[in-house]
């Protein structure tokens, strides 16, 4: 959904005109679309590692990658879609547009995978009950020998509290996204969500990236073209 709905907002912006220049052309839509587009390419890489763990059948990763995978992806959906739908404006809220569907789907994801509380006290019975499996995620989140990613994970354990949990799958989400941005993304593209998501320098909603970090992914990721 992320995917398509960054493919449709794309198209548009390159195409509608809004004071004597491309939607693309301005800074502060380019800043949203970047910021779109990390979000799409960290949740797209972090379903193809959970789905190459069946594959290659690493039960142990997956039992613990999987429930973290479906919170924290089925809890950005939402917000990741009602963003790019008002970068069509009206254009994307009529149902002629393909936003509408993409928006009123995105909340179904944490219904049918699970509300994010289940999931959540999922995740922490399995940190208990089957150790390994946090040990297997941490030790894949720490291929990436970034020491951004090792100080946002310190104190993570199995003996996490109920309270704490949804903080606690959040953190190792991102962090699990992040070291496979390291890994297999250009580098503007990890540093920009390692900035953003890890050490807070943006702001809570999409398109708050710091200026020279939304050039580079727009650099990077070529949407441009």
């Given at each position: 959904m992320m995917r398509r709905a960054l493919v449709e907002v794309?198209?548009?912006c390159r195409h509608r005109l809004a004071f004597g220049h491309q939607l693309i052309e301005h800074a502060l839509m380019r800043n949203v679309l970047a910021d779109l587009a990390l979000e799409s390419e960290a949740a797209t890489l972090l379903a193809m590692r959970v789905a190459r763990s069946y594959d290659e059948d690493e039960p142990a990763f997956r039992r613990f990658a999987t429930a973290v995978m479906k919170y924290w992806v089925s809890k950005r959906a939402p917000g990741h879609?009602?963003?790019a739908l008002e970068c069509l404006g009206g254009?994307?809220?009529v149902e002629e547009s393909?936003?509408?569907r993409l928006y009123r789907e995105a909340p179904l994801n944490s219904i049918w995978e699970g509300s994010g509380n289940v999931i959540v006290l999922d995740a922490l019975r399995t940190m208990k009950k089957e150790p390994e499996s946090l040990e297997r995620?941490?030790?894949e989140i720490l291929q990436a020998r970034d020491a951004r990613i090792e100080k946002y994970v310190a104190g993570i354990g199995r003996n996490a509290v109920e309270s704490e949990g949804r903080r606690v799958v959040e953190r190792l989400a991102m962090a699990l996204e992040a070291s496979l941005l390291i890994r297999f993304s250009p580098a503007a593209v990890a540093d920009a969500f390692c900035a953003s998501r890890l050490?807070?320098?943006a702001g809570r909603t999409f398109g708050t990236l710091?200026?020279?970090a939304a050039e580079e992914?727009?650099?990077?990721?070529?949407f441009e073209s």
């Open positions: 794309l198209l548009y879609a009602a963003e254009n994307g809220y393909p936003m509408p995620l941490m030790a050490e807070g320098n710091e200026k020279r992914v727009t650099a990077a990721t070529g």
